[in-house]
């Protein structure tokens, strides 16, 4: 139970909160019960400030990703899970773009597209559907 005197436009008031449950609170004012709501400030979302660097330091300069990589021989795609091939996409000879799909790789009850992360064409599948595979094993090879 806690007991405040508050002054309110010159007037005074005698207030006893007697309980509080979740966003209602029984407060007594002046002798008179009262039930009311409690409004709940927004929590304020903080943003961490950025770390200061040196004063004469400069800033790493952006970087553009390239657009394109043409693959030299043997680049390989390579498996980024543990799991089982759901489907080759492409068979050697294909030529395949950046970003296009090659195969399915299912790993922990999820689908994973497995993308070129070169342009060329397909020199080798080192995979088959159904087969296992575990991180970093060659799934194609693009020349």
Request: aromatic share 2%; with cysteine; charged share 25%.
């Amino acid at each position: 139970m806690s007991q405040y005197n508050l002054k309110i436009n010159g007037k005074e008031y005698n207030v006893c909160v007697d309980s509080v449950k979740g966003d209602h609170a029984e407060v007594t004012v002046n002798g008179n019960k009262y039930e009311v709501e409690i409004a709940r400030p927004k929590p304020q979302i903080e943003i961490p400030a950025r770390p200061s660097s040196a004063a004469n330091e400069d800033p790493a300069p952006f970087r553009r990703p390239a657009r394109r990589k043409t693959a030299s021989a043997g680049m390989t795609v390579e498996s980024p899970l543990d799991g089982n091939i759901i489907s080759v996409n492409v068979k050697v000879g294909d030529t395949v773009r950046i970003g296009q799909t090659v195969a399915i790789l299912e790993a922990m009850k999820m689908e994973n597209e497995i993308q070129a992360e070169h342009d060329g064409t397909v020199t080798a599948v080192n995979v088959g559907k159904g087969d296992h595979v575990t991180v970093g094993e060659p799934i194609i090879t693009i020349g």
